[in-house]
């Protein structure tokens, strides 16, 4: 190939050097704008408490001897800076302030089916001093233990059941500190109706068609403020939320606070001056599409990755919203991924299952859910690990199935440089030794003058982006 335009992809944990041929479009979901982070996160959390957005302050809300529970989010969000400790303590201080002491409180990490998270993972989130202070008022959320949940019965107008956590609907106040918005995806009621809930309640919205990370319209969200909106008026109050919005994992750009729908609307505004909209990247689609998948999920934090997580829920799900937006009907998808043929029994038991049981049989995930779903939701080894062995709820390994629904839109989907590369082909994925030979095997499909277009992802942030102390 004479000249050719050179691109590095990430791929594994470094990146991949590979020459691409001349015209090559470059295509980007990267953010259009970068956020600077606030120079005093204290003071900025506090000015957030002291002027929320759609309610009273917290000390308002409370009388002295209230019972309060400050719910955070769990590791799977890629916020690692000191944002949760920080709040946890301001919100600590206005309780304070109308009487309530700490010893009145609960905290709650929101794992929702996510594994729980161990002593020493909790005070990477938190800190030290206050694992060591709230003990064993300090817990995570377990889905599977009826006494720990509270029914709502159904939402009136779609009959979408709502279930949460007892911490929701025993405590007079529930705050919910909400760490990072990834587009669309997190954030809003999202983090009660999900985070704090139980499967009964979270198959609704996890199907899929049900998840999206669009900023607008978005119909995963419009279900939750259903369901949000429902909570609240069973239990007479509102619920209480910090918002945050990164300019990278360890800092925070903006800190809002007050109602849940509220703080949304105010982060999905100054989140649409970050992202342009992924289907003005191309405006002539490609016949072929290449981009790298770099070793990390945020379901592989604290944890190893597996070839579900690399090749289904990063390859085609968080990395392949620019499928939809930039790729023909039939389209060739070219990954470079480093995977191997390895798997975490700890904390993703049911994946290895996903994969030599249920895989085999269909690669259709509406098939998937069909046949699958109420076998590993109940499946009660899998469950116990869950409950008492810091694994991943067992249903979790069918949701990573869902993105094989792009497979739909896509022709095929060429694995470049696989460390393993039976790992693709069970997947019925095509292997090449690089990304050039992957090219060229796309192009004696679409033609020499086939349209490629080089994708550039924004990165996926990991543990080791916390500056260790």
Not at 140 to 168: K, M, N, W, Y
Request: contains cysteine.
């Amino acid at each position: 190939m004479v000249g050719g335009v050179k691109v590095e992809l990430p791929y594994g944990d470094a990146t991949l050097s590979a020459t691409l041929p001349e015209g090559t479009r470059r295509l980007s979901s990267d953010p259009e704008a970068a956020f600077a982070p606030v120079a005093d996160l204290g003071a900025a959390v506090r000015a957030a408490l002291a002027a929320p957005l759609g309610m009273p302050r917290i000390r308002e809300l409370v009388r002295p001897g209230a019972k309060v529970a400050i719910a955070f989010d769990d590791h799977t969000t890629g916020s690692f800076g000191p944002i949760r400790p920080v709040a946890i303590r301001a919100v600590l201080a206005e309780l304070a302030e109308a009487g309530v002491s700490s010893s009145q409180v609960r905290l709650v990490c929101a794992n929702a089916l996510h594994r729980m998270c161990r002593p020493g993972e909790l005070a990477r989130l938190l800190d030290d001093d206050l694992v060591r202070e709230f003990g064993p008022r300090l817990t995570c959320h377990d889905a599977e233990d009826p006494e720990q949940i509270a029914d709502l019965g159904v939402t009136p107008e779609r009959g979408f059941p709502v279930q949460v956590s007892r911490l929701v609907t025993d405590s007079d106040l529930l705050v919910y500190v909400n760490t990072n918005y990834i587009r669309g995806f997190t954030g809003g009621w999202k983090s009660v109706c999900v985070g704090l809930s139980t499967w009964t309640s979270i198959r609704v919205t996890h199907d899929p068609d049900g998840m999206s990370m669009s900023l607008n319209r978005n119909r995963m969200h419009d279900v939750l403020d259903e369901m949000g909106h429902h909570l609240e008026r069973r239990l007479g109050r509102r619920i209480f939320k910090i918002d945050t919005v990164l300019a990278s994992p360890t800092e925070a750009a903006h800190v809002l606070a007050g109602g849940v729908d509220e703080t949304r609307a105010a982060a999905l505004e100054i989140q649409a001056r970050r992202f342009p909209p992924r289907r003005g990247s191309a405006p002539d689609p490609c016949d072929v599409l290449v981009y790298g998948v770099p070793d990390g999920s945020p379901y592989a934090i604290w944890a190893s990755l597996n070839p579900i997580l690399t090749l289904i829920s990063m390859g085609l799900g968080y990395l392949g919203g620019m499928i939809d937006a930039a790729g023909k009907p039939g389209c060739t998808v070219i990954m470079a991924a480093a995977v191997r043929d390895a798997w975490d029994p700890v904390h993703h038991p049911s994946y290895r299952d996903v994969w030599e049981r249920v895989l085999p049989q269909t690669r259709d995930p509406y098939e998937i859910t069909a046949r699958f779903e109420g076998e590993f939701a109940r499946h009660p080894e899998y469950v116990d690990a869950y409950r008492h062995r810091f694994a991943f709820h067992p249903i979790h390994g069918i949701l990573a199935t869902h993105p094989l629904k792009r497979l739909r839109r896509v022709g095929r989907v060429i694995v470049a440089a696989p460390r393993d590369a039976h790992v693709p082909r069970h997947l019925g994925y095509e292997v090449a030794e690089s990304v050039e030979a992957a090219v060229a095997m796309a192009r004696a499909v679409h033609g020499p003058g086939a349209t490629i277009g080089v994708v550039s992802q924004p990165g996926m942030p990991m543990d080791s982006d916390r500056p260790r102390r």
